[in-house]
């Protein structure tokens, strides 16, 4: 069983920046890929950034591209997601994700990831 703990989110004006983090727990592989989704209000869950299990790769969608990054550290089975230049669109439950294999390839549906966070809040003030 593998468990995952997001921590970081919050409220921020738009224009600045939070760090969200996903602590893994359980049978976690780090050659797991990791990733973020988001899920506004009354809409679909949306992907936001993957990282191959040695975090090699990087996969970022097109509105989230030069303003977030998203980073993994093996040793303590942790993704991080460093949010740059929020707006009040980037509103939204954030959620950490994770499958049991180290590709990236189809991972932009949420239905191909095993393992769910319960999600952290942000909220841009505009």
């Known amino acids: 069983q593998v468990q995952l703990v997001e921590s970081g989110g919050g409220l921020v004006q738009a224009g600045g920046s939070l760090r969200l983090s996903c602590a893994a727990s359980g049978r976690m592989f780090s050659s797991y890929a990791r990733g973020w989704f988001r899920q506004a209000p009354g809409k679909e869950r949306e992907f936001v950034a993957a990282i191959s299990g040695n975090g090699g790769s990087r996969y970022y969608a097109d509105s989230e591209k030069g303003r977030f990054t998203i980073s993994r550290d093996n040793v303590k089975n942790t993704v991080h997601l460093q949010m740059n230049s929020l707006k009040a669109e980037d509103t939204a439950v954030y959620y950490c994700?994770?499958?049991?294999?180290?590709?990236?390839?189809?991972?932009?549906?949420?239905?191909?990831?095993?393992?769910w966070g319960q999600g952290t809040q942000v909220t841009v003030s505009s």
């Open positions: 994700a994770a499958r049991a294999t180290s590709s990236l390839i189809g991972i932009m549906g949420p239905e191909l990831w095993d393992y």
